[in-house]
């Protein structure tokens, strides 16, 4: 679990030597590049929605799955952080506002609510934990629907995609595409970067054994706060991106549904996989597209997805193929006799 | 600010009391399974929903499938819906919660949610969201006029019939010997269970018993709200906030902070409405800053 990190500088330069879900990020850039190139293939608006909510899984596995906290509550950092990106760019975009800033706010605001829920969240733990983001969140809805600037029901539509860096006219949508590309490719690489650090080994650490943790002088509530805060920081990045991207901020981002989807999509991919939350978001948007017509059969097939992924599937789809990898693989390490033979491992859900 | 009418005062007292008894019921159901399962029952809100549908299913549509002399009046459904969903509660209890009693308490959460989902979605998809009408009984139509207000027959009965079965419930598990077992249970199943009590059977029961306390719960505000599937729902939001304000510890807890943050929620609404939707979380919010393990709650 915390070997394959940091190579040494010796082997630096093979490609072996780097990091298995970077080493993946890498391949799967090629084809992504190419997307804007073949639409009929892959439609790119919705895969920059899949990369926007790939990276909300994202952020929600850092704390879910490595650090062992269940909110329920961050649909308030993706939704506001959305808010308050689409609410800039709308008034103040005209007036010369750069898009960086709107989205630097968006991820300040997300930021800012994770650290209110956070500070209080963390004083309960495990479902009370989760009860606490739940109702804090309800909070942040009700603001939603109350407050004259969000736009109440309609949330705000026509955000203004703006100039990157003041020239790259981001309302071509292949424009923004890369965009999106690059933030996620950064997000995911930060991610990786925040869980094999020594700060992401210490969030291990307190969620396998918090008593342990402490004695070894940690300040778990600490880790705890900066952990959510992170993961909210991430969540708002990717609510800025998606405001950004649908060019509408809506009601249905910071409700209870959001929330519970980007579990799902957690869940499904495999909780504290490399890869599994943006697998999983791939799938249930890919659902959602196809089955929007239905109405409630869709809530039906989510509960469904949870019932079956939590009594059957617990280690999600990219966790369970993980599983069945190294189970081969230490078939193979037996059938040979050769302990060497080194198995990449992610693993870390439960 | 103070130019409030006593009628108006007293009215949005009782909204609150009722809605305080709905509190009580639901979260002192979520404490007992809570108690013995260590499972939160995120499907609470859903089974709470399925039995008001039960009722309005039973008075509006099996009379028109079976017959008119099938119609199952208000105070046969009040038995039969808790009953039915307690016993549904028991089936996936049997099949589904129990392979979970080993793992993290995580997943009795997600599955439990999952349920709900289901369920909501299933009534959705056949009933749609707008509410349904469900008449209060003959009996309990009407009601007195106690000179500073009007107090309708059928409210103040939800009042009365909560209050006794929360003391009943109370009286249950904290003066009987059945009780005494079940708190022995929630302490220490292993040993309890190498007396020779059959743990297995009492987590069975028990969860149907907290269901049913739902489905009580739901049969009795079928009248109240309209009937539809989020009712559950929105409902529940508000019992989670109870919860940790009151804290898992006790059904005394649970009793008393429904039924305060009940009445807390209809002064709100008197004296500032734009907050009553809020002001339960704000209480939370407070409660968590200054006593993290609720106000009844033992810190473990």
Redesign the interface.
């Given at each position: 679990m915390t070997r394959a990190s940091v190579p040494t500088a010796a082997q630096a330069f093979s490609f072996t030597s780097i990091p298995m879900p970077v080493r993946i990020l890498l391949v799967l850039l090629v084809p992504a590049m190419l997307v804007p190139f073949f639409p009929e293939i892959a439609y790119p608006v919705f895969i920059m929605k899949v990369l926007c909510f790939g990276l909300f899984a994202l952020a929600f596995n850092l704390l879910i799955g490595f650090t062992g906290l269940v909110s329920f509550g961050h649909a308030a950092f993706f939704g506001w952080a959305g808010y308050t990106t689409g609410g800039l760019m709308i008034h103040y975009a005209p007036k010369g506002l750069p898009v960086e800033i709107a989205i630097l706010a968006g991820v300040l605001v997300a930021t800012a609510i994770g650290y209110v829920i956070g500070a209080l969240a963390i004083r309960r733990t495990g479902v009370y934990f989760s009860m606490v983001t739940l109702a804090l969140s309800q909070i942040a809805y009700f603001f939603a629907v109350q407050a004259p600037w969000t736009g109440g029901e309609d949330g705000m539509q026509g955000v203004p995609r703006g100039h990157l860096l003041g020239f790259i006219d981001l309302s071509s949508d292949t424009a923004m595409y890369y965009f999106v590309l690059a933030v996620f490719v950064l997000g995911f690489l930060a991610i990786h970067r925040i869980i094999h650090s020594p700060f992401g080994q210490a969030l291990k650490a307190l969620r396998d054994n918090p008593a342990r943790a402490i004695s070894l002088g940690y300040d778990i509530d600490r880790c705890k706060l900066y952990a959510f805060m992170l993961s909210a920081a991430l969540a708002g990045v990717a609510g800025s991106m998606k405001a950004l991207v649908l060019q509408l901020a809506a009601l249905n981002d910071v409700m209870l549904s959001t929330s519970t989807e980007v579990l799902l999509m957690t869940l499904l991919g495999g909780l504290g996989t490399g890869w599994g939350p943006v697998v999983g978001a791939a799938l249930v948007l890919t659902l959602q597209n196809y089955l929007a017509a239905l109405g409630g059969v869709v809530t039906i097939i989510i509960g469904f997805t949870f019932v079956v992924c939590v009594s059957f599937f617990r280690l999600g789809i990219i966790g369970e193929l993980q599983a069945a990898l190294q189970r081969r693989e230490s078939k193979k390490q037996h059938a040979h006799s050769s302990p060497l033979v080194e198995t990449h491992s992610e693993t870390s859900g439960r | 600010m103070f130019d409030i009418s006593m009628n108006a005062l007293m009215a949005q007292l009782l909204v609150g009391l009722i809605n305080g008894c709905f509190y009580a019921l639901l979260s002192m159901g979520l404490a007992i399974i809570?108690g013995l399962l260590n499972i939160?029952n995120f499907a609470h809100g859903a089974q709470f929903m399925v039995a008001a549908f039960l009722a309005w299913m039973g008075f509006a549509q099996l009379p028109l499938l079976l017959g008119p002399e099938f119609k199952i009046n208000f105070w046969l459904a009040l038995i039969l819906a808790p009953l039915i969903v307690g016993g549904l509660g028991i089936v996936l209890e049997k099949t589904?919660l129990k392979?979970?009693y080993h793992?993290?308490?995580?997943?009795g959460?997600?599955?439990t949610?999952?349920?709900?989902?289901?369920?909501?979605?299933?009534?959705?998809?056949?009933y749609g969201i707008s509410g349904l009408n469900y008449d209060p009984p003959e009996l309990l139509r009407g009601g007195i006029d106690l000179d500073f207000m009007f107090l309708p027959t059928y409210r103040a009965f939800v009042v009365v019939f909560s209050l006794i079965i929360c003391a009943v419930t109370w009286y249950l598990f904290e003066r009987t010997k059945l009780g005494a077992l079940l708190r022995a249970g929630t302490e220490n199943a292993k040993l309890l269970q190498a007396f020779g009590v059959n743990i297995p059977l009492m987590i069975t029961l028990t969860y149907g018993f907290g269901v049913a306390l739902a489905g009580v719960a739901g049969v009795m505000a079928a009248p109240i709200m309209q009937v539809n599937?989020l009712m559950g729902a929105n409902l529940l939001?508000i019992v989670?906030?109870v919860?940790?304000i009151g804290g898992?510890g006790s059904i005394l807890g649970a009793i008393f902070t429904g039924l305060a943050l009940g009445l807390v929620e209809g002064l709100t609404k008197v004296f500032y409405p734009?907050a009553a939707?809020?002001v339960?979380?704000?209480v939370?919010?407070l409660v968590?800053?200054t006593r993290?393990a609720g106000m009844f709650g033992k810190e473990k």
């Open positions: - | 809570f939160i589904l392979r979970l793992l993290d308490h995580l997943y959460l997600l599955l949610f999952g349920i709900a989902l289901m369920l909501e979605g299933a009534f959705r998809h056949f599937p939001n989670f906030a919860v940790v898992l734009e939707t809020v339960v979380f704000v939370m919010a968590l800053l993290p």
